[in-house]
């Protein structure tokens, strides 16, 4: 069976500090996906990124970064220099094989971000 | 805006109403799903329809009754729900091709449903 765990219910950080959302994750797949989502105020889940079970490089978009490790089954976020409009639900996820059909969500971690 | 829209976005019922919520998506998927949110618990996958056909039926009480008439609408009909079943009710699309890499799932903003 598939297991998500963010272990982070509520974060909250001071404006402009760096931040990171954990994610750990299980699955007998040895081809999966792993997801994350930011849910803002208005309910509606925006896609951030996907990586592939074969794909261990880390990535960077902007002020966001991922840090894979299979060796631990992490999946991190981080916002580097947060800022205001951050503040919102975060969500990991896991899919098996090649689809999102059976996406198995975390419960999420809420970050607040302080002026 | 959104690729995905959902009505109404709030929803007030008694047990014993009849109500459809209802999503339509302008992305060109071909797959399209139903989530339930509900407070302190992980989303959950209710239904999937995968070219107009139900692939998956995450054992869903038959008080939640799927229907997708075409490739860009979905609707969950609701009758006799319980309070329990008060959550936030969310409607997702991608594009399937049935073996091969999918895109990721586009949300809507989601229905605020409320059982009296």
């Known amino acids: 069976a598939q297991k998500v765990t963010q272990a982070q219910t509520e974060i909250s950080v001071v404006e402009k500090e760096d931040v990171t959302l954990d994610c750990v994750y299980e699955t007998r797949d040895t081809t999966y996906y792993l997801f994350w989502y930011k849910q803002p105020p208005s309910g509606e889940l925006v896609f951030l990124i996907r990586?592939?079970?074969?794909?261990?490089q880390n990535e960077i978009s902007g002020r966001y970064s991922w840090n894979f490790q299979k060796s631990t089954s992490s999946f991190n976020f981080t916002i580097t220099a947060s800022q205001v409009v951050d503040s919102a639900v975060y969500f990991c996820a896991l899919s098996e094989n090649f689809g999102n059909e059976k996406l198995t969500f975390g419960t999420g971690t809420r970050l607040t971000i302080i002026p | 805006e959104t690729g995905v829209t959902q009505t109404p976005r709030h929803l007030v019922m008694g047990m014993t109403n009849k109500k459809s919520l209802k999503c339509e998506q302008h992305l060109g998927h071909n797959a399209m799903y139903w989530y339930k949110q509900s407070a302190k618990k992980p989303l959950e996958l209710m239904f999937v329809?995968?070219?107009?056909?139900?692939?998956e039926n995450n054992s869903v009480p038959s008080r939640f009754s799927p229907e997708c008439p075409n490739s860009s609408h979905l609707f969950l009909h609701l009758h006799t729900l319980q309070p329990e079943d008060s959550a936030l009710y969310l409607c997702?699309?991608?594009?399937?091709?049935?073996?091969?890499?999918?895109?990721?799932?586009?949300f809507g903003q989601g229905t605020r449903l409320t059982v009296v």
């Open positions: 329809y995968n070219f107009k056909e139900q692939t």
């Open positions: 997702a699309s991608s594009h399937s091709d049935r073996g091969s890499l999918n895109t990721e799932a586009f």
């Open positions: 990586r592939n079970s074969f794909d261990e």
